[in-house]
């Protein structure tokens, strides 16, 4: 299930990143920690996928992670992004820190967090974005597939 991440989520989370192929690339030297928390004040939602049937506490099942938030305008691939969705920067909202620790069904919980990030932002009419920031964690199959287009500077998904 789904649900808010909570501060006692992150150690569990930062664990499980470091399993997932390609993440000391994205980390770049930064620590799992860091990265997961570094857009926590633009975020909108942050979630985690939590294998236990609670929601009231954190569980030791926490096995993904993803974050929506608004867009850096300052980030140098908002401007290009925004002009070729043909949309106001303000109306992207970013879809990042999705990963899925190693297991049997990760690619199904992805698709889950995923889809129901693009709900949410569908619903408020919004531009959806992959943030190039741990894009190498999310198989591009699976954001193709949602409808995210390659044409631009990074994977665009528009209302």
């Not at 908002?78 to 820190?97: H, K, N, Q, S």
């Not at 932002?121 to 954001?143: E, F, H, K, M, Y």
Request: charged letters at 20%; a negative charge; proline letters at 8%.
């Amino acid at each position: 299930m789904i649900r808010d991440r909570m501060d006692p989520d992150l150690d569990r989370l930062a664990a499980a990143l470091l399993e997932v192929d390609g993440a000391a690339d994205v980390l770049a030297g930064r620590s799992p920690l860091s990265w997961l928390t570094e857009a926590d004040g633009a975020a909108d939602v942050t979630w985690v996928f939590d294998q236990a049937p609670v929601s009231v506490a954190p569980t030791r099942n926490v096995v993904g992670h993803v974050q929506v938030c608004s867009a850096d305008p300052a980030a140098p691939w908002v401007p290009e992004v925004a002009a070729d969705a043909g949309t106001d920067p303000a109306d992207l909202l970013v879809i990042g820190r999705l990963f899925v620790r190693p297991m049997k069904h990760e690619r199904n919980i992805a698709r889950y967090l995923l889809t129901e990030c693009v709900k949410r932002i569908a619903a408020r009419g919004r531009a959806a974005v992959l943030d190039p920031d741990g894009l190498a964690l999310v198989p591009t199959a699976l954001w193709q597939r949602l409808g995210f287009s390659a044409s631009t500077a990074v994977p665009v998904l528009l209302p």
